[in-house]
Nanobody, 120 residues
Framework: QVQLVESGGGLVQAGGSLRLSCAAS????????MGWYRQAPGKQRELVAV???????NYADSVKGRFTVSRDNAKNTMDLQMNTLKPEDTAVYYC??????????????WGQGTQVTVSS
């Protein structure tokens, strides 16, 4: 059983900063990637940033230059530093863990989500 626990959401004024954290625990065979997604009301869930294991970090165009994702492979944790926040960044942010189990099957895990609200 794998669990993802997110923290760090909240209410901030436009131009402010927030830092989200995600911690993965449980029986993890191999991690392909860790990432952050978000879903605003009435919209589809979208990628914010993803760090593939041994690969290049990828950001959504809308957050490039403002958000920075980092990952601690030894602790299976991931942070998202969000600067210069805009009202359009308001959404529920989800941590995602893309893994392979011992039978080499792809298994995807999601956190419970954390609300980020940016006021204008």
């Amino acid at each position: 059983q794998v669990q993802l626990v997110e923290s760090g959401g909240g209410l901030v004024q436009a131009g402010g900063s927030l830092r989200l954290s995600c911690a993965a625990s449980g029986s993890i065979f191999r991690i392909n990637a860790m990432g952050w997604y978000r879903q605003a009301p009435g919209k589809q869930r979208e990628l914010v940033a993803v760090i593939p294991t041994g690969g290049t970090t990828n950001y959504a165009d809308s957050v490039k230059g403002r958000f920075t994702v980092s990952r601690d492979n030894a602790k299976n944790t991931m942070d998202l530093q969000m600067n210069t926040l805009k009202p359009e960044d308001t959404a529920v942010y989800y941590c995602n863990l893309n893994t392979v189990d011992k039978w080499l099957r792809a298994v995807n895990y999601w956190g419970q989500g954390t609300q980020v609200t940016v006021s204008s």
